[in-house]
């Protein structure tokens, strides 16, 4: 954000307000967020006394800004979650990995209904001219979904829990991240000539690319396997573990998410370090422009 | 807010997009605001389509919103509350109650500082022709503060609590509560002819009164001292305990921040029983017009 604002200062001025809307879901952390843009000496409120800082905690596939009011969107990593979890994959914690191709299509389904929905609300608070730059998981060419060593870590750890009773078949049967890796097609798909619904979208720039994967590359350097794989278990605790979690039947206070954060990330670890491996991580990028 | 909402909406119809902008301190808990807001069928955003929902999570004795863009802003139950505390109240946990001349001289002069600092802030963001309701807590005319019995209570209570060795001598020395009822005179000083400050920010309604005790009034008819002490109790652990609790030395998941709160609500429950009073309330309303 401090580097967008830098450069939109280089055309707008210093005086002008900017304004800096946050949006996720109601459950997020936005304390934290505050806390960091206030105490941060590099953060875009400490640098720059025109720039105001905002908080949304509304699901981005509705409404979330009036009509018009947004100049320049950035969405990171977001994208790839699904508005709901259209069922459960029986076969995996992820339907990229599932067998069972009714649960591929109807994901595929969702992520098809949601893209659209997507766009549709964004292209309404857009104003005229403005952009949006979309960067979120994808598919690459073979309909890949990528982190297949971190998967398969994931589902066999998560298959020893249930066997040893640390978790129940049905809780693991209820357990899904409902994340999808769009192809290049799929993301172009509204975009075609004749789909009428974006006319005033328009896609100036659609890249599908391999992200670098920095943990390899510092295992490539240190030969640590210990250290590449607490680094990628500490990944997935952060950024899936809590969806995993929310099958989980607990009472408050009995600490029971907690202690199966810390299984399931040690049994990770424990699993990755036998044979660490590049991760293959497809991303897209987007760039979009309300005409 | 959806009672603002709808008398504006017989002057402006029912498209005109409507910002609500919701302004704590940054730990303020915006996840409980935002789940409120999408959950709850009776919020403005379930019942407006027009409506959205934005928090800021700064203090509001510094600019939070850019110049002229707030058209009506309402303040409740918060400018008592002073940017920070002047120094320890050693003979109390409240200032207002403290014999000590040189310590209700700083508590003044900093809610005296405050007050210009949060009207300065206000001026620059409201539109012309803009309002800002307030309501504070406020002194009446012979510089009460109110609520006697209950802050009687709470000043033994933890007395009691350090002999006992709950708290340290140290930790109840810096137990403050840094809040300040202003007077109707402090109240208008800034709007006084001649203080120049102020001239683009008319003073046009400021009142200050007593409010209803509506845990008295159902004492009355229910006779249930037990009841009554409860209820204000719990409305000290909300609304002030956290506060007291910030002088305690604790380490991480030591529970002893909810022991403290536990056992000042049960020893102020205790004392309240005793002898319950009407608990005496100066509140201040004003209304303040943008010129």
């Known amino acids: 954000m401090s580097a967008a604002i830098a450069a939109l200062r280089k055309r707008v001025g210093m005086s002008r307000p900017i304004g800096v809307v946050h949006v996720d879901l109601p459950e997020n952390d936005f304390a934290a967020l505050f806390r960091l843009l206030e105490h941060d000496p590099h953060s875009y409120l400490s640098a720059d006394p025109a720039a105001y800082a905002f908080a949304i905690g509304r699901s981005f596939y509705g409404p979330v800004l009036p009509a018009g009011s947004v100049s320049l969107g950035w969405s990171s990593w977001s994208v790839q979650w699904l508005s709901r979890v259209p069922m459960p994959v029986p076969d995996h914690v992820q339907a990229a990995f599932s067998r069972d191709t009714q649960v591929r299509a109807l994901y595929a389904e969702q992520a098809r209904s949601d893209w659209r929905r997507f766009l549709g609300e964004r292209s309404r608070e857009l104003c005229r001219g403005g952009r949006l730059v979309i960067l979120s998981m994808a598919a690459d060419e073979e309909r ?7 998967m398969a870590g994931m589902h066999s750890s998560l298959s020893l829990m249930r066997e040893e009773g640390v978790i129940s078949a049905d809780e693991l049967q209820n357990m899904t991240i409902p994340t999808f890796g769009r192809t290049r097609s799929e993301f172009a798909e509204p975009f075609r ?14 890249e599908i690319f391999l992200a670098e994967d920095r943990i390899w590359l510092e295992y490539e350097r240190s030969q640590d396997a210990e250290d590449y794989a607490r680094k990628w278990a500490a990944f997935s605790r952060a950024s899936v573990f809590p969806t995993l979690a929310l099958s989980l039947r607990t009472r408050q206070g009995d600490g029971r998410v907690e202690r199966f954060m810390d299984r399931l990330e040690a049994e990770m670890a424990s699993r990755l370090a036998t044979s660490p491996q590049r991760m293959n991580m497809p991303l897209a990028l987007l760039e979009l422009r309300r005409t």
């Open 193 to 206: 000539q004749g789909a009428e619904l974006y006319e005033c979208l328009r896609l100036e720039q659609l």
């Open 144 to 150: 890949g979904f990528g982190y297949d060593p971190l």
